[in-house]
């Protein structure tokens, strides 16, 4: 699944510079709220056909990452631009035509589901939204879909709660991938699910991409799993990416002392690579107060004054390897 | 952390020990609208002390019910049907509740999933780790407070003193996950059973609390109970490994002997569903299927609808345990060769 073709890849969507803040809850009455600097000046080309994954902590802003990607909501500054077209500034009937292009897999399958609508309903309303096709068109769609995603068809006539975890994903992926889009951000998409069945839903979604072309913005904290689905990781920290390659060129030679971190971090199913883990020290920073200089040097091993006051450029070290470090170089 | 982390190197020193925790045929039902349904049946274990058990299976494979049955915290709707829990020459199912109120949080200690459900949050973190103190070791207030900082600082919570006076709000999930385990070892236990100590948690945290239980389990010289989904935890903190599947033990063994060499086709498949970050795959192997609830329970092999491996044998008769060795055995009717 690791393609570096070298020809030059057609681009599918852009983000530039996306700042995105949010305020905070006031914590007097006469004081100022505080702002939240949920992505803070954030990059990124997703091209044609790929996997990118999108890996960080649990606060690091992967989730609002992606909403902004997915217009979902209003970036403070910056834009996206989605095969030519800002979609932060398309007017309301555009914007509804492109929202089927896009489409968003959550971590909660059952809260992201109609508890009152039957599967087929489910499955089936995309198409009701977006006028495709006569009533027989949509229905053969449906069923088509669910045979794509091994979805059993008596289980057409249940309510999501009848359905066991691994299914409902099944579910939501089909009606995301009903409408035939272009892009699908998966947040956390397989996270909630058992190994076995997560197996079989990461399977799926690698399945459905080569059949029908998909790009995946994949969100997730589990870099096993970005290994083996993706084909370039961005790793966040605090508002930023912090350093973007291929996969395989991310996990064999992290150039950012975090990647390097979140990689010693994840416990390896072999009792015999026990080792004495490299783990950081300390907590991410309170994304409130964002430390000065690289958001990181509080827990940096390799941290010195330049990291305290600086912060790093996001800058290329190596053919398609870009790290946000001083020390990259000298790590790498 | 570095010798805390090594292998015990050879398991059968440890067998001749009489094991400080032994469950021998407990079964769980839960009463539900549809009628009783057993969520755990017949299940074994043994933990010796100084060793860490590692119990991992898939959600509803009946883990942590088992531990609830065995610290008698099932609340209402489930009961222990049968099997007795033997913990320091008693069997804990026959103590009466007031006995068991002691031995809670004092011999054996627990940490659970979500750190911030269990603690209290009208409570300051001080009050709620002396209160376990005061209650089973009669210390004094300012006694209790002292030990209190100590075990903070054992933990690794940064700067007692005002961590001390703080809620649990102001904590994030990793220091509340510390203050959880430093309420449950506060009256040195000599078990700790942990519940998924470390799934809310992100990975840079999650290495820290495997270190901390680890160090802390050598100090201490406890045994632990670590209950995971996560086989990666299991290879990286357990001694012994149970694996369950539809409340039941399918396999126990030792962790090399697990990994190296899975019996059941259970443990195989869910070893061959995980994706690695230290190799590439092409695709994943996926065990077809999935586990069923208890309402499908049945009395013969649970696994073998999503089984490659299943025979007439396997129908209608419950698998009996095949014991390979003194600390192996697998519940199967057709259990992979030992290479």
């Excluded at chain 1, 890849?9 to 914590?27: N, Q, R, W, Y």
């Excluded at chain 1, 649990?58 to 910056?78: A, H, M, R, V």
């Excluded at chain 1, 631009?81 to 309301?92: H, M, N, R, S």
Aim: proline share 6%.
């Amino acid at each position: 699944m690791n393609k570096s073709s070298a020809v030059a890849p057609e681009i599918l969507m852009e983000a530039k510079d996306l700042v995105c803040h949010f305020s905070g809850p006031k914590t007097s009455f006469f004081g100022k709220r505080k702002i939240i600097h949920a992505v803070n000046g954030v990059s990124l080309d997703l091209y044609k056909g790929e996997t990118l994954g999108l890996v960080g902590e649990s606060g690091c802003g992967k989730s609002t990452l992606g909403q902004l990607i997915l217009n979902l909501i209003q970036p403070t500054s910056g834009s996206t631009v989605f095969l030519g077209q800002d979609v932060t500034k398309v007017d309301k009937l555009e914007w509804r035509r492109l929202r089927s292009e896009m489409q968003l897999v959550f971590q909660n399958p059952l809260g992201a589901l109609n508890p009152r609508l039957l599967i087929y309903k489910q499955i089936r309303e995309p198409l009701e939204i977006h006028n495709v096709g006569d009533p027989d068109d949509r229905h053969a769609k449906v069923m088509d879909m669910i045979e794509a995603v091994s979805l059993p068809e008596h289980l057409l006539e249940r309510y999501p709660h009848q359905l066991s975890g691994g299914q409902q994903q099944r579910v939501v992926i089909a009606r995301a991938l009903i409408n035939n889009p272009k892009l699908v951000v998966c947040d956390e998409s397989v996270s909630a699910l058992d190994v076995s069945v997560q197996a079989q839903v990461v399977n799926l979604l690698a399945d459905m991409q080569k059949k029908l072309g998909l790009t995946y913005l994949f969100i997730t904290h589990d870099l096993s799993i970005v290994r083996h689905i993706s084909s370039r990781i961005a790793v966040m920290y605090l508002g930023r990416i912090v350093e973007l390659a291929d996969s395989v060129e991310l996990l064999q030679n992290p150039a950012h002392p975090y990647t390097k971190a979140l990689i010693a971090a994840v416990p390896v199913p072999d009792p015999r690579a026990r080792s004495s883990r490299a783990t950081i020290r300390g907590e991410p920073p309170n994304p409130f107060d964002p430390p000065s200089g690289c958001a990181f040097h509080a827990r940096c091993p390799h941290a010195d004054a330049k990291c305290r006051t600086d912060l790093p450029d996001f800058r290329q070290i190596s053919d398609r390897h870009m790290v946000a470090c001083h020390h990259a170089e000298k790590l790498f | 952390m570095s010798d805390s982390l090594k292998i015990k190197s050879d398991p059968s020193d440890e067998i001749a020990q009489t094991p400080l925790l032994e469950v021998r045929g407990l079964s769980v039902v839960f009463d539900t609208p549809d009628g009783p349904q057993e969520v755990v049946d017949q299940v074994d274990l043994k933990v010796c002390a100084g060793r860490t058990l590692g119990l991992v299976g898939e959600s509803g494979s009946g883990k942590s019910v088992t531990c609830l049955g065995v610290m008698r915290l099932l609340d209402t709707g489930g009961r222990v049907t049968s099997g007795e829990v033997m913990f320091e020459g008693r069997d804990l199912l026959k103590n009466t509740e007031e006995e068991m109120e002691a031995l809670r949080g004092c011999k054996i200690g627990m940490v659970f999933q979500d750190p911030m459900v269990s603690l209290n949050p009208v409570r300051t973190i001080g009050w709620q780790i002396s209160e376990s103190l005061r209650l089973h070791r009669n210390l004094s207030k300012a006694a209790a407070k002292h030990r209190t900082m100590e075990l903070l600082d054992l933990v690794g919570i940064p700067e007692p003193k005002t961590r001390y006076a703080e809620y649990p709000h102001q904590f994030s999930g990793g220091m509340s996950q510390r203050a959880m385990i430093a309420m449950a070892i506060a009256c040195q236990p000599k078990l700790l059973i942990a519940d998924e100590p470390t799934t809310a948690l992100d990975v840079t945290i999650q290495a820290q609390i495997l270190e901390l239980l680890s160090d802390l389990k050598k100090e201490l010289d406890m045994a632990l109970i670590l209950i995971t989904h996560d086989l990666g935890v299991i290879a990286e903190a357990a001694d012994d490994v149970a694996v369950m599947y539809a409340g039941r033990v399918v396999e126990e063994a030792s962790v090399l002997d697990l990994f190296d060499n899975p019996l059941h086709h259970y443990t195989l498949g869910l070893l061959n569903s995980l994706p690695r970050i230290d190799r590439s795959v092409d695709r994943l192997n996926a065990i077809e299927g999935t586990a069923p609830p208890p309402q499908d329970f049945v009395e013969g092999c649970r696994f073998e609808s999503r089984c490659g491996h299943c025979s007439d044998h396997c129908y209608g008769v419950r698998p009996s345990f095949n014991q390979v060795s003194a600390t192996r055995r697998v519940a199967c009717m057709h259990p992979r060769e030992m290479t």
